[in-house]
C-alpha cells in the first residue's frame, strides 16, 4: 500500500514534443505529491509539487494533473528541449504523518534534438 | 532559498575503515533530515529518518550499528558508515525539511559518492 508505480521505465522525445510520465498510489492519506529531476551525478531536484485539493497545477512548461479518485498522477512537459533529458521521479507523502517521500521507480526521459 | 548541502561529495575508502558524511541546511532550519542510498539506474531508498535531538528512525533492513546519523542541531545532520566494506559503495543522498518558513518540501543534497576498495 505504499507503493507508488511510475510509468514509463524511459521515453524518447522529440524536441518541441509533449513527455508525459504516469504514477499510481493506493495509499489515500497520502496528501503531497512532488515531482523531482535528477541529472547523472546529482541529487534531486524538486520540480514541482501538488496537493490534493488541486486538480491541476503549472509551472512553466511543467504541469501535474491529479486524479484523486484514481489514485494517479502525471507530469506533462511541454515544448520538450534536451536540456530536460534527465531521470525523473514521482513521489506521495503524507505531510500529516512522518513525511517520510515514497519514490516512484523513475523515468529516463530522452529528448532528441 | 532552501539549499542544502553535503561533504563530501565523493569518497574513496578501504574496506574496514569509517567515513562520515555531513549534510547541512545552508538557508532554513532543518527539524527533520531523511538519508537515502541510491544504486546506479534505481531510485532512492530511505535508510532513516532524523529530527534534531532524538534518535534516528531507520527503515527495516537498515542496520543502525553501521550507518551511525547523528543529528545535533537543526542545520546538521552526519551519516557515518563503520566498518564500511564494498557492498557500501552508493549514492548516498541526504534531504531536509522544516516548518521555518512553511518549508515542508523535501529538499536534497547535491549526495556523496563512497566507493570503499
Known amino acids: 500500500q505504499q507503493q507508488v508505480k511510475q510509468s514509463p521505465q524511459s521515453l524518447i522525445v522529440q524536441k518541441g514534443g509533449i513527455s508525459i510520465i504516469n504514477c499510481a498510489y493506493e495509499n489515500t492519506a497520502f496528501d503531497y505529491f512532488p515531482w523531482y529531476q535528477q541529472f547523472p551525478g546529482k541529487g534531486p531536484a524538486l520540480l514541482i509539487a501538488i496537493r490534493p485539493d488541486v486538480s491541476e497545477k503549472k509551472e512553466g512548461r511543467f504541469t501535474i494533473s491529479f486524479n484523486k479518485s484514481a489514485k494517479q498522477f502525471s507530469l506533462h512537459i511541454m515544448d520538450s528541449q534536451p536540456g530536460d533529458s534527465a531521470t525523473y521521479f514521482c513521489?506521495?507523502?503524507?505531510?500529516?504523518?512522518?513525511?517520510?517521500?515514497?519514490f516512484g521507480q523513475g523515468t529516463r526521459l530522452t529528448i532528441n534534438p | 532559498g532552501a539549499v542544502v548541502s553535503q561533504h563530501p561529495s565523493w569518497v574513496i575508502c578501504k574496506s574496514g575503515t569509517s567515513v562520515k558524511i555531513e549534510c547541512r541546511s545552508l538557508?532554513?532550519?532543518?527539524?527533520?533530515m531523511f538519508w537515502y542510498r541510491q544504486f546506479p539506474k534505481q531510485s532512492l531508498m530511505l535508510m532513516a529518518t532524523?529530527?534534531?535531538?532524538?534518535?534516528?528512525?531507520?527503515e527495516q533492513g537498515v542496520e543502525k550499528d553501521k550507518f551511525l546519523i547523528n543529528h545535533a542541531s537543526l542545520t546538521l545532520s552526519t551519516l557515518t558508515v563503520t566498518s564500511a566494506h564494498p557492498e557500501d559503495s552508493s549514492f548516498y543522498i541526504c534531504?531536509?525539511?522544516?516548518?521555518?518558513?512553511?518549508?515542508?518540501?523535501?529538499?536534497f543534497g547535491p549526495g556523496t559518492r563512497l566507493t570503499v576498495t
Open positions: 534531504s531536509a525539511t522544516g516548518n521555518d518558513r512553511g518549508v515542508y518540501e523535501q529538499y
Open positions: 513521489a506521495a507523502s503524507n505531510l500529516q504523518g512522518a513525511q517520510k517521500l515514497v
Open positions: 532524523s529530527n534534531e535531538g532524538s534518535k534516528a528512525t531507520y
Open positions: 538557508d532554513f532550519q532543518a527539524t527533520t
